[in-house]
């Protein structure tokens, strides 16, 4: 049997056994197994204390979180707030929020001003969720339990629409992929190499976007609309936050980055014109696909991306960013770069995931190769039969399995869709492998409930592309 694993706190500790360890990140704590263990503990106990953890958004709705943690004084606050500290970044990044409403304890609601303070420890969470999203001050406020705000969520159907020509564009941080379609039959589809993250100049995100959709526009008789995604922020198809435009100033990116999918649509004749987040598309291309609903679609490339068809096959406005949601509580976890917190999942389910296993594995790769390359290498050798490379994807595998779990904490799952340059070929068959033998053994209700699937090679590759494509409406 493994060694129990101690999770320190200011105060306190839990111990766990996970049932399976990552080969070549074998410290990996599952936050799946923590809750887990806290909301055992907190049952256990004489007088829990109820909580709810509000996130209000500008458009009036509201997601609410019910639990309850344990008596908050003594020994125990230092779990609290550990336990809400991970809960509320969390759910800031799953729902998306500009006010945090505590109610409940008082104390916790301080505490928690204070780690979202400009100087605390999620400044970056809180300035990027305020300033950045919803263009509002970023507050923690404290209500008594029974003033707590009530739960209002919104959903709409999107996309779906295949008639016509159309044009549908997936940027990423490595590539874009491009697909164009006539009555929903792809007749072109392609994927060309850029390196967005650090270009300073507007003119080399605009030129090479409007250079795949010319490619794609080439095979077609005439373009009746285009649709498209990307990582970040999309409101009323204007650039609110996106990490592919970071090394843009800010003074270019209010000028030309904002607007920069508005004037893309004057270049094409103002056809219907429409972007949002790739999750999104990503959920949308899986139950297109599946032709199911009730599907997280979990896209592993530049980063983790995801969205959320829901059971009447509509999205949320939820943010579903999982890239930034810890899912490991080992003390010192692996740092996101962006936002400098630890053990959130675009270190595990990402090309950056596979590039820090690359060196646990014994693989030799000259360290200042693109991370693009280093995963096409460690697919080649995957493709060959080395077995270093394949424990890198057993390794990613055990990781998301226990990270399904953790996901289903917050979403109705029925379907879990694997896609992204990561998880394809070989390596994405033994991620879904290793993934649902970890459901099977530690979380068996959820091994029954929810399906791990993969599309096919084509849909891994350009299904969102095809998806965005059905957007906008003719």
Known sequence: MPRNQDVPTKNHTLSLTPRFRPALDPAFLPAALWYRAFDARVAACDDPQALKVCLSRPDGTCSVFSTAILPHKGEAIGLNHFYVDRLVKSLLWLKGGYRVTVAGDEALAHYLAKVYSPKGARAFDARFMGEKIYGRPFEVVHRAFDEAPEPVESAMRLGRNLDGCRIGFDLGGSDRKCAALIDGEAV??????????????????????????????????????????????????????????????????????????????????????????????????????????????????????????????????WLNELAFVPIDFRPGAPRDEWSGDEGC?????????????IAPAGIEIDNAMPLPEKLVRVQELMAAGDGRARQIYETIGTCFGYTVALYASFYEIGNILLLGRVASGPGGE????RAGAVLEEEFPELHRSIKLRSPGEKDKRHGQAVAAASLPRI
């Open 188 to 317: 072109f589809s392609e994927e060309v190499a850029w390196d967005p993250y650090f270009q300073s100049d507007p003119d080399y995100h605009f030129t090479g976007i409007n250079d795949s959709l010319k490619r794609a526009a080439a095979h077609l008789p005439r373009v009746d609309a285009i649709g498209g995604s990307a990582a970040g922020v999309y409101v009323d198809n204007q650039v609110r936050a996106a990490s592919l435009f970071r090394g843009v100033s800010d003074e270019d990116f209010e000028k030309r980055i904002r607007p920069i999918f508005l004037d893309l649509r004057k270049e094409w004749n103002n056809v219907p014109f429409e972007v949002v987040n790739d999750g999104e598309v990503t959920a949308l291309a899986g139950s297109m696909s599946l032709g199911e609903n009730k599907v997280l679609g979990v896209a592993m490339g530049t980063s983790e991306a995801a969205g959320y068809i829901d059971g009447s096959g509509s999205i949320t406005n």
């Open 345 to 357: 999942g675009v270190q595990y389910f990402s090309q950056q995931g596979v590039g820090r296993l």
């Open 430 to 433: 033994i991620i879904l492998s």
